[in-house]
DNA sequence: GCCTTGACCTGGAGTTGCTCCAGCTTGGTA
DNA sequence: TACCAAGCTGGAGCAACTCCAGGTCAAGGC
């Protein structure tokens, strides 16, 4: 799979998949006779995993973290679960904000209403 | 009240205050006889909605757009009314992304169980 | 066989939204 | 009067893209 379809399929740009690999924050991708780069499934995967962790405001050092991790193997599973953990929690807070922006939009449209009567 | 209080009750930091007030983001703040800026409730309520809105994703362009709006006048509530209405469907979005990834970290952790044992 | 087209390539400049810093002013305290 | 904290300005630096110029390569049309 070229690049345009995994964009298409991770969700990220063209140019941010290229930008992630250059930061070294996807593993390995081949490249075909031709030079230009072929994506497997795994590399989809992890495409889209950072898709949804940057989505979600993980920091790329952390993100590269995690991508260093990865390439070492097994035996850093348990620091890449504390990783994924500690962004679960982030997500928690994040959630927390929108609540309190709602509440903060509800109010200030009520304003609004007020002053239209 | 002072610049670092200002920063304390609305989120934001120091800088940022200073940056919003540059790029015209902030209505008039007024400075005492030492030249340094002095901000009144107004203020900090406009400088904690703004915290909220950029916290929640809104971009400079759409709160410096809020911002002349509501230099304008009462007039313009309906179209204030409508920015913030848009955001609040933006909220939707981003809850729904959290919920995505959310299954992702959860789906990618059961992994990391099963190869663990 | 040559030309065009389209997808891809690289290196580097530009953008957004801060964040930090040097060097200066000012008001209050010892 | 000397010093210190808090504030000021202009400008450099940074993260995470985004865009662009200029080039390669394979496929299809004439």
Same mark, same amino acid.
């Given at each position: 799979?070229?690049? &345009?379809?995994?964009?298409?399929?991770?969700?990220?740009?063209?140019?941010?998949?290229?930008?992630?690999?250059?930061?070294?924050?996807?593993?390995?991708?081949?490249?075909?006779?031709?030079?230009?780069?072929?994506?497997?499934?795994?590399?989809?995967?992890?495409?889209?995993?950072?898709?949804?962790?940057?989505?979600?405001?993980?920091?790329?050092?952390?993100?590269?973290?995690?991508?260093?991790?990865?390439?070492?193997?097994?035996?850093?599973?348990?620091?890449?679960?504390?990783?994924?953990?500690?962004? &679960?929690?982030?997500?928690?807070?994040?959630?927390?904000?929108?609540?309190?922006?709602?509440?903060?939009?509800?109010?200030?449209? &009520?304003?609004?209403?007020?002053?239209?009567?």
């Amino acid at each position: 799979m070229r690049i &345009a379809e995994a964009a298409l399929r991770s969700g990220l740009s063209v140019d941010t998949i290229r930008y992630y690999e250059k930061s070294g924050t996807v593993p390995e991708i081949r490249r075909g006779p031709d030079r230009q780069r072929r994506f497997s499934q795994e590399n989809i995967d992890w495409l889209t995993l950072l898709y949804w962790l940057r989505e979600t405001g993980m920091p790329m050092k952390t993100m590269h973290r995690f991508a260093s991790l990865y390439q070492v193997g097994d035996s850093t599973i348990c620091e890449r679960k504390q990783v994924l953990m500690a962004h &679960a929690e982030h997500l928690k807070k994040r959630r927390a904000d929108l609540d309190r922006c709602e509440q903060l939009l509800a109010h200030k449209l &009520a304003i609004y209403k007020d002053i239209e009567g």
